[in-house]
Nanobody
Framework: VQLQAFGGGLVQAGGSLRLSCAASGRTFSSYYIGWFRQAPGEEREFVAAISWSDDSPYYGDSAKGRFTISRDNAKNTVYLQMNRLRPEDTAIYYC??????????????????WGQGTQVTVSS
């Protein structure tokens, strides 16, 4: 499984960005694709995830009401639309895949393949 995250950049507070996670290497019919982020000196934080089989979205507290996760089957790509961005959203954003969730979708150890990360910087 290969994952490539892109779409990060510099944006002013209140602005929007759309991150993309392009997946390849196998079929993902039963997988979950998640987004995590990590700011300097902080632990990796769950942002959102989506079930490839039924499109169910899951959001961390920081993303609820502002971010939307979606997928495009034809392109094997998962998107994270981020609106009303805040300076505290500044982090490296990673996408990851999980073949199945056992203990909790927010746990990073549930995900066995990770993309390289894309930097999101929100200026105040």
């Amino acid at each position: 499984v290969q994952l490539q995250a892109f779409g990060g950049g510099l944006v002013q507070a209140g602005g929007s960005l759309r991150l993309s996670c392009a997946a390849s290497g196998r079929t993902f019919s039963s997988y979950y694709i998640g987004w995590f982020r990590q700011a300097p000196g902080e632990e990796r934080e769950f942002v959102a995830a989506i079930s490839w089989s039924d499109d169910s979205p899951y959001y961390g507290d920081s993303a609820k009401g502002r971010f939307t996760i979606s997928r495009d089957n034809a392109k094997n790509t998962v998107y994270l639309q981020m609106n009303r961005l805040r300076p505290e959203d500044t982090a490296i954003y990673y996408c990851a895949s999980s073949p199945g969730i056992v203990t909790g979708i927010t746990r990073s150890d549930e995900y066995d393949h990770w993309g390289q990360g894309t930097q999101v910087t929100v200026s105040s």
